[in-house]
């Protein structure tokens, strides 16, 4: 396996919106796309392995393991010429150049074969300070864009430096496909888990799609992400450590001293 | 040589089985594999080179050289309609994650051309602790093969974490082809070569495939084993060391100072 | 995306020749490009993408966001048999062997297809000290190059060392398709962004290319590309930290601590 | 260029056998070979460049770059039924496992499509200690060629460990082509260029070869190659410092502070 595998359901869907919530700054965007999927009870369209990502299964709690994956969700639309929601989530991101090019490349592949043109990516903006209202800033790939989000109060221009990972790099490639969006970030500390930044996040783009979530259980559905992510970034230092201390072979050997 | 190369003898199986037994934590996985290979009498039927393996040869004491390599061996069933079973085993595992997706790709194409469907997978699982009857602790692709290996005293759910390596993903990516199977993992303390609990695997191992070996050598190759891949470990250590210390170009010229 | 994109309009060009002046040693060489393209009103004919630039978009002040890129520029001739100039600029140079071989390749390619034979790199040779009068250190191809050059002023043969990057690889790959060039550098300490030094390249390089530009405002251009480049600078440092924080994926998880 | 390019000239060879002398420990390998090249006049039959070589052009005294490569020579048999004899040498070795399985492949096809079948490795044996009269060590592919070799006063099965780099993993990979061969190694201290080691090596070789070279000038040719492949390592640790200084991009901004 050399390339990214999207393993995907034959779906016809209207005129998609991709929402992108995979892990990144203060889990911000983790959070609010796992939210909404449960939320709006969507249902899973796609899995996505990835030669970039770890090399290794997470044993389950029941007795099984599974892959470490990206996933596609959707969320149909109820209204008459509505569109449809897809929403990309997972237990991680790659971290090289390369790894992410071609992920991004294989995602924007898919979706664009489901007619998709319409971008949203959710992350956290750190600002290294607690705030008690976070706001939500906003990065677009075009300037037309902007006007219509500022009336959901989203700022634009207000910060600077660069979006890292997928949230950025899926709309500057899309934007070299025809497609347009935005990156919605909300303010956070960027040490922490950040329930509230989520929420800001989720509120703002639920009057974009015009759409109703009940943001409560929001804090609840942290802690349990929180969890489970702290669990993966130790297994991956393990897998890491291993690497490095095995050379280019049998790391792993490193357990007979 | 770009990809990962298979050697391999024309061969017909009835229904094979893999088991995979690499070089991983206390060498339990690998003690286990070698051990049965020995004491079956298996034939090898396959040779597998890869560019992930380190790039050196090992001088033999006769006065020859041999490329690091897995090689994967046949236990042919002696009851009639009953399963073939192959083994794979070797010096090295690849330790970056294209490595092994790459890797376990190429290993999962060989053993579904042969037909096969059911994957063990051989490993140990630290703790930290020394026991004096390690258990075996199993994780599973599917949950309906759980209740069947209960019964030889695996357990299943008691453990968490991950499985890092082909113990974990050859389960994993063969599961993504229909394939099924199961982790055996000798409890361990991780910091040594442990006999004892590849025995325990073993013991577990030959109850599930219905074949008697005689466990009472296995301590002593394990004592082989350890001087091989302690070897091993030295070499790639070596290699590693010219490697970074030359920038990309070089290494050995470290050499002259 | 596994290979370096290159999205150009279709244009015809007189025998050109090419320019690069990417990020290097005291940014001489981008110093020196940029302002030749803005002094001689150049047109932007191509746009480069690499999966071996960082994976991140910057944040514009206006609100919207952008991909890193490199870019190619065009500056017609207005003489009767004249060549027209195409310079390359950007962000960012790829940084390990493989991705510098596959950049420059794919570059070569596209100046193959647009008829061009000749090149200039322009970069800076870092002594250590500061000059009042930087001189301008030349390296060509081939042999017959050097006597024309020679009366510019150029030195030849008189620094030792290599041409690290895309400057020394163009004309390296050019050369075994049968291009021919010269890389000039101008003198500099290599401890800052360095405008006198661009503008003794840009000096020689006007007289070879038979062109004149005001040299007067390139001081204050300086003064924004070493901001620009400060800035490029921490968002790439950040994204590596977030890369070996994070092993093989995650990476940005080391936030939550 | 994503692959190693041998450019090579037409040439129609007699049982062609192949010499490897790139640089390793003590520099013993390159310097066998570089002497052999120059005492027989061999004559230059192909160039080689890899995307696994450090991104750089050397600048020479006279004016003119190079890139760094490996090359290939022919000594023509004068006997009636003879070998030739084919040369490998060069600048640099590749350092990654990747790099080497993917250059020592392209490398043995061009072999292979010379009709070739014999191999000779060059190289060096670090042992920590400064010898008098340096011992050859051999390590073959087949257990056959051993008798033959000892004749010539070379040493199997005294020495263990591993051959690191293009010296075993010819042999090797050629092995699996059908090829058979030694590695001969010189007793050399590892720690300095070891003219002495180097011609205790091409003192067997040439009596292998049935072929007479004077070996009074290697002494004076191995502190030429001191100061080249100083230079060499001086200038590939410029290159990686700049590589790991300055992220995945614009590593040569670090320049700028």
């Known amino acids: ?42 249902e899973k369209i796609a899995e996505i392995y990835s030669p ?37 989530v997972g237990d991680v991101q790659a971290v090289t150049p390369e790894a992410q090019y071609e992920l991004c490349g294989a995602l924007l592949d898919y979706f664009e074969k489901l007619g998709g043109k319409r971008i949203y990516t959710l992350g956290g903006y750190g600002t290294g300070h607690m705030v008690d209202k976070p706001r939500v800033f906003g990065s677009a790939t075009h300037m037309d864009l902007i006007p219509g989000m500022k009336k959901y109060g989203i700022l634009f221009g207000e910060v600077g430096g660069s979006i890292i990972g997928a ?51 929001l804090e609840l559905r942290a802690k349990e992400s929180e969890k489970f992510m702290k669990r993966m970034e130790k297994e991956t230092a393990k897998q890491k450590e291993l690497q490095e201390g095995g050379g280019s072979a049998g790391g792993e050997l490193s357990y007979i001293r």
Chains 1, 2, 3, 4 share one sequence.
């Open 167 to 217: 949230a950025g790099l899926l709309l500057g490639l899309g934007k070299l496909r025809g497609m347009k969006g935005v990156c919605l970030m909300g303010e956070t500390h960027g040490g922490y888990v950040d329930a509230k930044s989520a929420q800001a996040v989720l509120d703002v783009l639920g009057k974009i799609l015009d759409v109703k979530m009940d943001l409560a259980k």
């Open 52 to 88: 970039h990502f770890p090399h290794q299964v997470l044993m389950l709690r029941k007795g099984i393991m599974r892959m470490l994956k990206n996933k596609v969700y959707v969320c149909r639309s109820k209204k008459k010429g509505g569109s449809d929601v897809i929403i990309l």
């Open 1 to 42: 396996m050399d390339k990214t595998l999207i393993i995907s359901k034959k779906v016809k869907l209207k005129d998609p919106i991709l929402i992108e919530g995979l892990p990144g700054i203060g889990l911000v965007g983790k959070l609010a796309a796992d939210h909404m999927i449960k939320e709006l009870k969507c």
